[in-house]
């Protein structure tokens, strides 16, 4: 379940443009991820040939007009269907700034269309599981990173203020500090990752609890970026927050089964071990009879051998051994079994029966759990 969460699902592509209010949202000036969207050349844009009206879906266009044009309102935020150069309706995500004095607006798109069909892929996979995964909680915040080192909000929509425990009240207020409301196990760990993002100018990715009351704490993914830097020369972060706590909560539980299956596994009597069906040689988990059997420390086994079970096997077995099994998984046998010899620790070869069943997974995956017999006397026989 880990290696599934930790798959980049949250890929989001961000675009920015100025646009003209008085002017039906004429686009005067735009970076190349928008030019590339919209499949107008960037001189084409700074030629006015571009209105933001053209490529909005028209239900969205009044509501989009009120959100710009609101008094005393420095920042904005909406949702909208914008179609890109293929005529395809994408669902951005946006958040502006008004200029001061002007009729200009900076905007900045988060075109999360691949994150929303990652999510869904998860969340189809998660059901298999028996996983009840909400991953479409999330939000919106911009926040600066004062001289003193502090975070201060300067946007956060519904979803972020969730996330946080806070409200629009409350942190519109002047100087309110969005780091007091990280975990204190985890604040060291967003200021080196803000220091990162400071100095290479890279995206910010990482994951933090936020106290949501007390005792009560919420597991955020942040994606963000630099997007300028005020009047001060302090840095202004744009960022996507995603509330991931159930996710944690299931990987949580998924590792407790693993390890109680792994305790359950290394007690079990008899020379024991699993493989998956597309590496039969490779050992996952051994128990300690398997050990003693083998005559090498479990140490030895995989961090020296990687564990390979064919490096204590003559060669000209191995590619024997591996295709018998796999013919036999292609036949549909519901027990596979064969026999080949086996280096012990005191250098003996001894031959051993190897039983296989194999196990559906319920991720789509097959294990094969095997017990090993020796059997060296009765092959003599």
Known sequence: MAEVLEEDLYDVEFMNLVVDK???????????????????????????????????????????????CKKNSPYVYFNAEFTDKNSNDILIHCTGQNFENSTLCRLTLADVSKSQQKQEELRKKASEMNYLIDLVTGGVCLFKVTDDMHIVVNYMNEGGCRLFGTSKNRYMKQDYRLDELIHPEDRSLVFQAIGRTMATDEPMDIEFRTIVHKDEYKWCKVNASIQEYDDNDSPVFLAMLTDITKVKEAEEKSDKMYDNLLKVFKNLPNAVFSTDTENPLTLQIVSEDFINFLGQPRSALFDEHGGRLSDFMSEREVKYVVANIKKQINEGRKEIVIRYSIRTGRGKFVVVEDRRKI?????GTRTMLCSLKNVTKAYDN
């Open 22 to 68: 008085s002017d039906n949202l004429k686009v005067v000036d735009s970076d190349k991820h928008f030019s590339d969207f919209t499949g107008v050349h960037p001189s084409k844009i700074k030629q006015g040939k571009l209105y933001l009206h053209d490529i909005i879906k028209p239900v969205y266009r009044e509501e989009i007009m009120k959100a710009l």
């Open 359 to 363: 196990v559906n997974q319920d991720d």
